[in-house]
């Protein structure tokens, strides 16, 4: 089975402070998401990955930034955390070989921003 | 910019009940997928649905996509508390090229009481 692992289920900081949301997948795949989850509003993408170090805006991406060293590998970066940024954050992989290949998440961060 | 509305956005009924859920959308989909989303873990695949007017069944669980690729809807047969979860609709939108950058759906909240 796969796994994507987030390594924080809450977290709670300050407006202003840099928060980096880690997460990691041990199935080798190539296409990595960050997704952020609102009450009525579903799944709004962030960011994904298709590779190691490449990177493309979802819809929703001001305010976020990505990094992507290792393929297993796909963090969140809030440079400057804004009480908006209040969400469930999810992380989300799949194999790159289809267009609808199904996605495999985390069990998500829940950050709180105060 | 493409949307999929989902219908109802919460639904609490009783053990044995029969249910359906929505998902419309004025946009063309490649395919579609359903996913549920149990409290304290991220969605998980129940099924992808390609062909325009395709009938998918998965135990209780009947799953149509609509002749024109615009709809989708989640059939329940004699529901069960087990059943109980957020069910999401996921879009494999034209044009969002070969990755699979999926539009999720507003989602709707089931509860099925004992």
């Known amino acids: 089975d796969v796994k994507v692992t987030q390594s924080s289920r809450y977290l709670v900081k300050r407006t202003g402070e840099k928060v980096f949301l880690e997460c990691v997948q041990d199935?080798?795949?190539?296409?990595m998401f960050w997704y952020r989850q609102d009450p009525g509003l579903g799944l709004r993408l962030i960011y994904f990955?298709?590779?190691?170090?490449?990177?493309e805006k979802g819809d929703i991406p001001e305010g976020y930034s990505v990094s992507r060293e290792k393929k297993e590998r796909f963090s969140l970066i809030l440079e400057s955390a804004s009480t908006n940024q209040t969400s469930m954050y999810l992380c989300?992989?799949?194999?790159?070989?289809?267009?609808?290949?199904?996605?495999?998440f985390g069990n998500g961060t829940r950050l709180t921003v105060t | 910019t493409q949307l999929l509305e989902q219908s109802p956005q919460f639904l609490s009924i009783q053990e044995g009940e029969n249910l359906t859920v929505y998902c419309n959308s004025s946009?063309?989909?490649?395919?579609l997928q359903w996913y549920r989303q149990e409290p304290g873990e991220g969605p998980v695949l129940l099924v992808t649905?390609?062909?325009?007017?395709e009938v998918k069944k998965l135990k209780r669980l009947t799953f149509q996509f609509g002749d024109a690729r615009k709809d989708s809807s989640l059939h329940i047969t004699a529901a069960q508390p087990g059943d109980t979860g957020l069910y999401l609709c996921?879009?494999?939108?034209?044009?969002?090229?070969?990755?699979?950058?999926?539009?999720f759906g507003t989602g709707t909240l089931l509860a099925v009481q004992p």
């Open positions: 989300a992989s799949s194999p790159g070989a289809y267009y609808n290949s199904p996605l495999h």
């Open positions: 199935m080798d795949h190539e296409n």
């Open positions: 990955s298709y590779d190691v170090k490449m990177k």
């Open positions: 946009s063309v989909f490649s395919s």
């Open positions: 649905v390609v062909t325009g007017g």
């Open positions: 996921a879009g494999d939108g034209s044009g969002r090229g070969a990755t699979n950058k999926l539009i």
